[in-house]
């Protein structure tokens, strides 16, 4: 698969938990997955968080201590790397972890929220800390429950009119290590195809999904050579 596009075009790689699990982090849907672990209703969403938040705040913590110890990898980087030639390159991710901004990418959209940010059940409340949560902690303000600053099932994903205009106006989309059975971002690559971009799945095994190109592979091997090849024409 040979691409050229010019350097100003924009590019959106939107990126799941497969991207992570090279740098340690589990993902939610192969073998020994979180969701095989745990049950989705038990601790991701609002009800679960209402009727037993010291489970959902264990859970959590158990992934923020996960986090502090893991590093970004070869996946991330190469995105850094991709952006000095292509500027108008975002990363939209479903991933409440920090590697990207830790490998120095930047216009990262995080949707789902975010492992490090804590917030107010009630007020506007909001903080971002990586320190172990052992117990409920209350909000200083209003003294009421904090919960983790991550999008729940039921819950609106952040930044939507951001990533719509992304999605709307990108020239090439990249998928990179997710399945694509969580919406609305399982529906941004068929979006993207159908405003005129050039789509790219990378994943570990194929998903289903209307891409025109799929590069079968893990992603800290796959993501660096890919974007290495993209080539410029400004012609
Ligand atoms: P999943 O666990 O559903 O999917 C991860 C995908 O990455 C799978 O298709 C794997 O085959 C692939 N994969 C695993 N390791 C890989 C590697 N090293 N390189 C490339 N691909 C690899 O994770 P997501 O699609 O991110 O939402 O899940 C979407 C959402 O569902 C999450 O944001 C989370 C979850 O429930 C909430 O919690 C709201």
Redesign the pocket.
């Known amino acids: 698969m040979e691409i050229a596009i010019r350097s100003s075009d924009t590019v959106a790689l939107l990126t799941?938990?497969?991207?992570s699990?090279?740098s340690g982090l589990k993902?939610?849907?192969?073998a020994g997955?979180l969701?095989e672990q745990y049950r989705?209703e038990d601790v991701?969403t609002p009800e679960a968080f209402n009727n037993d938040p010291e489970l959902v705040w264990s859970f959590y913590n158990q992934r923020r201590q996960q986090l502090a110890l893991s590093a970004p990898n070869a996946a991330h980087y190469a995105i850094t790397e991709f952006r000095h030639r292509f500027p108008n390159t975002y990363v939209i991710t479903?991933?409440?972890d920090d590697l990207h901004e830790r490998a120095g990418n930047v216009n990262v959209i995080h949707m789902?929220g975010s492992l490090s940010g804590i917030k107010c059940t009630k007020c506007s409340y909001r903080r971002i800390d990586l320190e172990p949560v052992n117990s409920v902690p209350l909000c200083p303000q209003c003294s009421s429950r904090l919960r983790p600053d991550?999008?729940?099932?039921s819950e609106m994903p952040y930044h939507m009119d951001s990533i719509m205009n992304i999605i709307n106006i990108c020239r090439l989309f990249i998928s990179?290590?997710?399945?694509?059975?969580?919406y609305p971002?399982a529906h941004f690559i068929e979006i993207a195809s159908g405003r005129g971009a050039l789509t790219v799945l990378?994943?570990?095994?194929y998903?289903h999904c209307s891409s025109e190109h799929f590069i079968e592979?893990?992603?800290?091997e796959t993501l660096p050579v890919f974007l290495r090849s993209i080539g410029v024409n400004n012609g």
Not at 202 to 205: A, G, Q, R, S
């Open positions: 799941g938990a497969g991207i699990a090279e993902t939610f849907r192969d997955g969701w989705i991701a479903q991933n409440v789902h991550i999008v729940w099932f990179i290590g997710t399945s694509g059975t969580v971002a990378i994943n570990k095994e998903v592979g893990s992603a800290a």
